[in-house]
Structures are given as C-alpha cells and as structure tokens.
C-alpha cells in the first residue's frame, strides 16, 4: 500500500466525514437508464472520485511545487546544445527520468554515474577490458583519499530551467562531455518515495483537501439530496456547513506540517544538509 492508497483507505473507513456525504460528492452514479456500454464508461466511485478530483488534481501537484525528490541522474543520453558564451542547452529524454518531470536542478557534474566505485566516473575508459575499469576505478579511488589535496569533479550551480526536461548551464567550458545532475524530481502518482512514517499526516491533508471539495461543490446543489434519497435539507446544510475551513485548514497543514515530513522522506535532501552543516576539512 502506497502513501495515496492509504490516505483513501482513512477516508473511506477511518475519517468522520459522512458517508453520504462523500457520495453526493464524488460518486456519479449515471442517469443512463438505457442500460447500454455508455452506462460502464461514465460511471465513478467514491474512491476513484476522491483520487482523480483530489489528490491528482489539488495535492499532488501542490506537493510537487513544495517538495520533491532529490535524485541523481545520468545525463549521458541527453541532447546537448552549445549556445555560446560558455552556455550549454540541456534536454534531457523521459527514458532517464522515468516518464517523470524535473522541478528544478540543483547541481551538474562532469562526468558520468556508470562508474563502478562512487558517484562520479571520469577517468574510466568504456573501451577497457571487463574488471579493469573497477579495478582502476579502486585504486584511484584510494590513492585520492590518501593524498591531501584530492581532485573532485567541476560542479555547476548556475543553472535555469528552460523547458519541460530541459535546463541551460552556465560556464561550462565547450566539448562532449559527459554530465550527471542533482535535481529535484516530481513525485509518482502514489508517492512512493515518502516515507511509510508520514502516511498519517498525509492522509489527515487529504482528509482536509476532501473537506473543501466538499464544501466548495455541495454547498449550492443541496437539493439533489432530497430528490435523491429524502434526505432533510437542513441536516444535510448543517454538515456541510462544519466544512467551512476545510481550505484555511488545508492550506495552513500544508505549509506548517506537511512540507517538513516531505523535508524528511528526502533522504538524499537530509544527508546533503547534515553535510552542509558539518565542517570539513581543507
């Protein structure tokens, strides 16, 4: 069960909102009366509703703007284009990504992340015989680390997005060269990469996020309460009313809670702020 799963399952079983209310909310139920293929197709659950009009349309997307995950990735099939001035256009393929978007780009490497030993491989040639690029990889790897004044890879941090996938570096010496990124990727649609410690106060956003919808779509066609199942006005009126704010609280729980459980499902964010704060030596 991923993060998304679990928070439907809390609102469908765990949370106070009315059953009824969520149906009048999400389920379309069809008024095909017909009977034909049409009456399969245009059908919606209360589950589907809440994971299509909600979390894909409202909370994914805003937590993807808040936060992210920060991946490495291997730029070597991407498309480089030399824009002069020590610019460089760089368009990188859904293959590298995994049909995900980059947010934004935090750090270029050069160099490639297909070395066998560390993140970055600069020197390993790809035409050596198998076991003697890791072989070489090793021991370079070790004569570095004993030598006072170790050679790490260019970094750049002059960087603007430009277009879906596609970013511009700024003073980056002209050739073909090999490059990896740190940049922040968009979550998938289940949010899997956070964190099964935090999937009770991502449900308890949603269960806000359910709150509003409701408010902001029930509170003027009440009527069809009635017409549906005699249910009163005025009761119906009264709980929808106690979602009044549903928004404030959601908005509020996204900025002052939500972003640092997302802060911490990053793991990769955690270790380069742990390393950022701890001195090292020169």
Not at 117 to 136: H, I, K, P, R, Y
Not at 236 to 247: F, P
Not at 271 to 282: E, F, G, H, L, Y
């Amino acid at each position: 069960m991923n993060c998304v799963d679990y928070a439907i399952n809390r609102i469908l079983n765990g949370s106070d909102i009315d059953q009824y209310l969520l149906e009048l909310a999400f389920k379309n139920p069809n008024a095909n009366y017909a009977g034909n293929w049409f009456n399969l197709v245009n059908q919606t659950t209360v589950e589907q509703g809440i994971r299509e009009k909600v979390i894909h349309r409202l909370v994914l997307p805003a937590c993807n703007v808040s936060g992210g995950k920060t991946e490495f990735l291997d730029l070597s099939g991407a498309t480089t284009t030399d824009l002069g001035n020590g610019c460089m256009e760089v368009n990188v393929p859904d293959v590298s990504t995994g049909g995900r978007k980059i947010i934004s780009v935090t750090e270029v490497y050069l160099g490639a992340m297909t070395s066998a030993v560390g993140q970055l491989g600069m020197a390993v040639s790809e035409n050596t015989m198998c076991g003697s690029g890791a072989g070489n990889d090793m021991l370079q790897g070790l004569i570095d680390g004993l030598s006072p004044q170790r050679n790490f890879p260019l970094t750049f941090t002059n960087l603007h997005m430009k277009g879906n996938n596609c970013f511009v570096i700024f003073g980056i010496p002209n050739g073909n060269i090999s490059l990896s990124a740190k940049a922040v990727m968009e979550y998938d649609s289940g949010m899997s990469s956070i964190s099964p410690r935090h999937y009770e106060y991502f449900a308890k956003l949603v269960e806000h996020a359910v709150k509003a919808y409701i408010y902001r779509t029930c509170k003027r066609p009440t009527n069809e309460a009635i017409m549906r199942s005699g249910v009163s006005l005025s009761d119906i009126k009264d709980d929808i009313a106690e979602y009044r704010d549903a928004w404030t609280n959601y908005e509020e729980y996204l900025n002052d809670t939500w972003r640092r459980c997302m802060a911490w499902s990053d793991r990769q964010l955690v270790v380069d702020t742990v390393n950022a704060a701890v001195p090292r030596r020169m």
